[in-house]
């Protein structure tokens, strides 16, 4: 196994628990990697149209896509006919993205912004805003955390909704890591397993089938904790999926998925 040295996770990895290291982390090569790592084709299939049909049936016509990665998700909206906006922190990731949209036709509209200070970069409302694919456990403060919030709320319109999604923490921390292996990192071949995990963080190892092998350290969001962060910046109505289920039990799913609504509600 070759461990790769561009992700620079210099002295004690574990002790790397930091919201701009996410820069670093997607090294060039492990972007040119991340699609077999998620295997679009086998996702596109595991998740079917749910998100589609949460917008659609939300009316919505513009999505800022904040946590763009190889542009998965922006393709698929764009292709379902929405207006799609495709932002990121790294750029590399976005160069990626739109290649891989110009490759299936479309031209990404493409804005790197930290989510931080995501109102900076990104002007205008939307009706949806989408951080998915487990992007949002990069963020190591709570401090950031809310500042993100914040930033995705301010950019929606007053009616509008934050799709937000991360892997099943609370089952991890409790129970153990176990994974169906059927959402999010379909690719062939190709494993997502912790290294590492305590409180404050859960150090992943990806193998690839050529023996290389990269880390990523992410902060362990527990499901509660999230929805207590949503409804304090705001959010007035969250509703939880567990891997596109409306019914599950709490440990089985891989991922948490939060419908979070910003239209008023009288209690
Ligand atoms: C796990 S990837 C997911 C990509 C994609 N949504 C998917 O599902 O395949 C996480 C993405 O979040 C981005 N990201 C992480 N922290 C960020 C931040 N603070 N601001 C903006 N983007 C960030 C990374 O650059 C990366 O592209």
Redesign the pocket.
Known sequence: MTFIKDQQFDGNPNAIRD?NH??KE?AATLVEK?DEL?GWDQRAASEGDFFIEQLKSRNVKYVL??????G??SVRLLEAGFEVTS????AE?LAKAFDNGRFRGHVLRTVQ????W?NRDVHGEYDAVI?????FT??FSEH?RRK?LAEYYASLKHDGVLIIDHRNYDSILDQGFSSKHTY?YCGDQVTAEPEFIDDGLARFVYKFPDQSAYH?NMYPLRKNYMHRLLREVGFQAIHTYGDFQETYREQEPDFFIHVAEKEYQQH
């Open positions: 919201t996410y820069v997607y991340w998620i896509d904040v946590a763009t990665g190889t998965f998700h932002a990121d922190g790294s990731m912004a930290d989510w931080r995501l951080c998915l694919g487990n992007s990069h963020l950031d993100a999010y990523l």
